[in-house]
């Protein structure tokens, strides 16, 4: 038999096998959908993560018996696990807490405006919009709502919740999904009388699915009375993260304004020095890859939600001056090639990153295997 | 039907069905391994990206065709061809583009040292170690040789490449793997008369497979008595990437120098403020969790490695100083609030990056996926 004729009938083989994969890919969509109805009639939530975890146990444990690698196996049930989740998301994404509700979208054109806009009317909700020409009718519109939701840019947010809560019935839900919390918070509970709740959606208006996605929650007032507003966005397969205003705004100084100030300022230089990307692709390790990806999405997306993200408070203003000073303050080390306090100084970081490089080690690793995998 | 057993009886039908799948997973292994016996009988290479691009493609139509979601069916397939090459690399692994061929493995009791060492005898190399105990007996352990490997720290590579020249029999092949190459090569072609080649394996020593990973080759002199070791790179599963010293160097001075300094300082700065990484990690967005562990994984790793790529060169450390200087710069626009400013320098930078930004948030946003979908 000859190299190529061999190989051409083992590649006949594997692509009939993997017809048959199809097949039972598809009858496995197929009683998917069948829980998915299921979940909905009862009212069931869509992600169960002690049946995915045991069922992850299962299929490894069946993987190893049937002489398979189980990391192989594992990754591809939590690939099919999440375009389950996916699948019946959209089914619950139509189930309502509070069906027939009525919430008004404050700033309802802006892009979070329109993706929450989205979800609430595919919900069954009576979703209504006021925006900057809707102040006119903003009592009509305001009239017996249950919630009304404040999704402007950061320094707009505490003027529009004063104007906003002139208008609102006293038991109306007020909530707003600016990404500081002190603030807003205390603005709407000044403004308002009534049930008073700080969101902050950790994602953006292009995500098509809630499925995991994270969304911090601040208690303002009578969070029995809120609480609805959390159940519809956990039906929608969203984890609701309770937090403080305050220590919501610490973590996000670092999350969000510090984080892309130095991805900011990284592509700055990149720029700068008009390095050649292409070509440092050509050469990279899969880590350089992935951090460049990371400074290009960046640059790809809308400038002035960054501006507000990073400049949002005078607290982050001078946490990211002192940033530039530390980076800065390595120059006397770097420019003497004193690898002795590097190595001190790495020690330090390190034990200080404790059980944390374990875990960024395995997170890392399996992201860099994906993306080796991939591209 | 009540809520649980009707869930459960869906339940045991899709535990059946993914029975179904590991078996049909099994019999794909099975073919696969034939696959690999006849690559290693025929010498064929292991990946073969037409043909993995070709059955994508089809995968993805017979996916439509059978109403599942292309993007799923591609991600799995993608992750049973990964499999596939570590399956058939392991066994062609063992396959010697030169049998019996004797390679001197210079610094071979390094972390990188015994990598080579076990790749190269696995495949029927006979591997000999000069390490710093071993210089008595060099002449002895040269003698016959058909490659000899430098692979010791940066600082030392001239000294040593000058050291062993002395002893290596004219038609040896001299290769260093230091991560410059300007002066590795330089000190390898002024050493030693006979064929000459730089090269950088973009990979630490931990990894477990070849597969896909990239090698920069540096022309240093006869290229064809050195196309052996190059062959025998690719045949292990190995991209070599062509590259003149200098070329290298200004990239890797971006790739490594400069993207490890940033991740360093910017670790530093997290334990400098004492930030609470686990409640940082309850907020955060995915990209945050994905840049995070990648600072992680800095300070989970030698700290000697990362001293000698962020200080090689004088010119690294120059480019560093300028960077610093750069970020320093950002400083009055940041205390002034001066969104205008940042979104004009955002636009300009955006501009820059071109088209490039489209691929960073496929590959991002994909990545982000696979990350949601574990973790």
Redesign the interface.
Known sequence: MS?DS??GA??E???A?????????????G??E??AA??KA?G?PVYHPS?EED?IT??RA??LA????PD??E?????????SRVQQGRETARHAVRPGARVLLVGGDGAMGRCLRRWFEDAGYEARVLDRGDWPRARTLAAGCDAAIVSVPIDRTESVVAQVSGVLPPECVLADITSVKAGPVRAMLAAHAGPVLGL?P??GPTTHTL????V?AVEGRAPERCSWLLEQLAAWGAVV?P?TAE??DE??A???A??H?????????????R???R??L????P???????????L??QD??L???I??AT?ER?A??????????A??PM??A?D?EA??R??????E??GP??????R??T??I???????
Chains 1, 2 share one sequence.
């Open positions: 190299a061999g190989l083992l590649r083989e594997i692509d096998i993997d017809g048959e994969l199809l097949a039972l890919l598809a009858r496995r969509r009683a998917v069948r829980v299921h979940k009862h069931l049946r069922l299962d299929r069946r993987a049937a002489g398979l690698p192989c196996v990754d591809v049930f939590r690939r099919l696990l999440r375009e902050h950790m994602f499925d995991k996605q994270i911090v993260m937090a220590e919501h973590a996000m670092v999350v969000q510090l984080r100030f130095a991805t900011f300022a990284f592509g700055q230089f990149l720029e700068r020095r390095v050649d990307l070509r440092t050509d050469f990279s390790s880590i350089y890859r992935l951090e460049l990806a990371m400074v290009g999405r640059f790809a400038p002035d960054y501006a507000e990073i400049f005078a203003r946490l990211l001056a002192e940033y530039a000073a530390s980076l800065h390595n120059l770097v420019e090639g690898r590097f190595h100084e790495f020690m330090r970081i390190a200080w990153f944390f490089g374990d875990q960024a080690i997170e890392s399996y992201l295997d994906k993306l080796v995998e991939r591209f």
